[in-house]
């Protein structure tokens, strides 16, 4: 994953319809970031039940964990689990109901998704987008949807060896993760994205509040990619912290030692250069 699902980055509401912050030059709401060019305006998707429908008729059979709370005259949304090659991974799947969607307020969220600190791999077309928390993947949910794929903004840099990573402490589940940086930093406000990923809050205590993602991997290699992937973008920095078989993706760069010294991990970073 690249900068792996940020925290405080609260699931679009299914379509994506609201408006950006901030102001334009004459006081009033900022332009809309277009639809990129590349996205096709077909096919569109009734709704995101639809999108899964289309995965599974694909061989990307894609079990719903959680829905949105979004207004069905606007547009649905879901979370769902998909698993390739045996590699399970989700996927938030928003789709602006058919009759009613503007393209620009798509392609304002997409803008905003694919921008730091989210830096999302996205799969769009029509009227839906796809985030892929498993960037790897995304090719292959794009050919099953008939969209294209939208990475990060940002060029990507060349690999480049990563630290050598301590196998051990490992954990049982991300709760447990979660806890462990809690006691170092804090992790207010958990946000559940699936069985192995949470995001929270860090230095609500001290004042200082800024966002995390905690997320378990199967294995070093899947562990190794997702580290990999979220400092691969110019222009997009990063700290993390990671060992055995986790990763704690932090906002506030200024923690990467205190967190690794209090979870016995080492620090992988990157300053966007």
């Known amino acids: 994953m690249n900068k792996p699902v940020r925290a405080l980055f609260a699931v679009a509401t299914a379509v994506a319809l609201t408006s950006s912050c901030g102001v334009g030059e004459d006081g009033g ?11 096709p305006t077909k096919p569109e998707y009734q709704d995101a039940d639809a999108v899964v429908r ?7 059979p894609c079990k719903v964990l959680r829905r949105s709370p979004a207004d069905p005259k606007f547009g649905t949304g879901l979370d769902c689990r ?4 045996g590699t399970t991974f989700e996927n938030q799947i928003d789709v602006s109901n058919p009759e ?14 694919r921008k730091a600190p989210y830096s999302h791999t996205l799969v769009a077309a029509g009227n839906w987008y796809v985030r892929v928390m498993e960037p790897r993947y995304a090719p292959r949910i794009a050919q099953a ?25 490992r954990y049982k589940n991300v709760g447990a993760l979660a806890d462990a940086l809690d006691a170092a930093v804090g992790c207010a406000d958990r946000k559940s994205q699936g069985s192995a990923v949470i995001d929270c809050t860090t230095g ?36 993390l912290v990671t060992a055995g078989n986790w990763t704690v993706n932090l906002c506030d ?21």
């Open 29 to 39: 709401p900022p332009a809309l970031v277009p639809m990129p060019k590349e996205v």
């Open 54 to 60: 289309a995965l599974g008729t694909a061989g990307i």
């Open 82 to 85: 998909a698993e390739i090659k």
């Open 100 to 113: 009613n969607y503007q393209r620009d307020r798509i392609g304002d969220s997409i803008a905003s998704r």
């Open 145 to 169: 949807l008939r969209g294209v794929v939208l990475r990060p903004e940002g060029d990507k840099i060349p690999d480049y060896p990563l630290p050598s990573i301590p196998a051990e402490p």
């Open 204 to 239: 609500k205590k001290s004042g200082t509040p800024n966002c995390a993602t905690l997320a378990l991997h199967a294995t070093p290699a899947d562990r190794d990619r997702t580290l990999r992937e979220a400092i691969a973008y110019k222009g997009v920095p990063a700290t």
């Open 253 to 273: 760069d200024g923690l990467g030692e205190r967190v690794a010294r209090a979870l016995r991990g080492r620090v992988v970073r990157y300053d966007g250069g």
